[in-house]
DNA sequence: GGGTTAAGTGGACTTGTGTCCGTTTATAAT
DNA sequence: ATTATAAACGGACACAAGTCCACTTAACCC
């Protein structure tokens, strides 16, 4: 989508709201607005880079972008929605990636566990490359007491590996008996920002240890 | 140390610190300190009983006790400690009691597997019971970028889900290949509060069902 | 072009965590 | 009892996230 560099301003048609959870049928944001969130999101990548989400306020991206923090926050209501629209793009190459070689292995009659494993491979990878950010836009999702929203990344993968797991047990691959919604997310538990960092950092191992010991759990579901 | 009470509370010896992570070789509090450990502790239990872990700010605990925000953060330097100090009697017992079914099993040649099952369905249902504190204790561990200390309540059961693993390789029940250490953490990704708050309220499953699907995971391992 | 209006804007303000530091006091040695 | 001193104390302060609201302006219509 042709991102806008940092300070000079390209006078290119909005883009299209790729970086948000864009709803459907809502007028297009204003020209400056959308200058505005172009500027936020390239600065605020700028200075991520720089020093780490956790070391970066908001005030400090919008001073650098030039805005005020009431712009700031009527374009990401919270900072971890911040993060999340700067993971978005990458995101979405992940995803489709993804979804070509699982069409690929399906195709060539690969064993649904054998994709599983290979999903959840990739998966870890995505999450270890992006953990500073998944680390700082995870309280978007968990914050207040009742129901919470989810984000799409966490919902894909949820859905994948239930599919995943779903056609394993119509392959006879695993018990049918096996509760897959559950236990897609007991699969993917380890993978959420916390967990990940508990076992990369506190207890330090590294990451293609963790991946085996998933992969591992994920066989032995194997009848 | 003779706690004064909001809730009337039992004239009893001191407990010698139990509440706290105690360093052996250390001279005991002043007995002022203690005093104030102790009405902190009172006070926040039923603050936190009250409103929720959450809604009660260190400000609102320290005018409670009467004491100064200064003198709260002296005996618990986070709030998260306050919490974990909150919860450590009821862990002890807890643990007390796990431990003594568990060699009640051992003795009955229950199979390691199984006790590993009850063991993670035990921490569940603690989980599940202090939630809440659980949640708002969190932080404490993985606050910094870098190593970062566990919590002893944390290190106990992946220490016990790693004894009882390793048991039940020595037994055959499971393959010997198995990396117990980091399987015996991934088993208790879901358990950690922000995981379990997403399975029990994001997802809304039912505590037996996250418990079912979980013994469904371990009893996989079977070889 | 001028008017209307919803969207956008800036920055002061609120709230909560955690720090700092000058003052006070319990404890123990004299 | 007196005094030394390390611990304890309290509350002002620093800092970051997020809210509010009076003011401005782009976009659309006549």
Redesign the interface.
Known sequence: MKVISVSPESPEPPPPALLVLSAEGERPERADAAANRARILSVAERLFGEK?P?AVTMADIARAAGVGQGTLYRRFPRKPDLCLALMDHQFREFQDATLRELGRMTGARTPRLDQLAWVVERFAAFAEGNLDLLREA?PA??DS????P?SPPSRWQALTVRGLLQAAIEAGEV?A???V???A??LL??L?A??L???R?????ALP??I???T??IR??RV
């Open positions: 780490g956790h995870q999702l968990a007491e009742a129901g919470l989810e018990g008996q096996t509760d919604v559950v236990v997310d007991l538990a380890p959420r916390e967990s960092c508990f076992l950092h506190t207890r330090a191992y240890r963790v085996a010991a998933m591992t759990l032995s579901l």
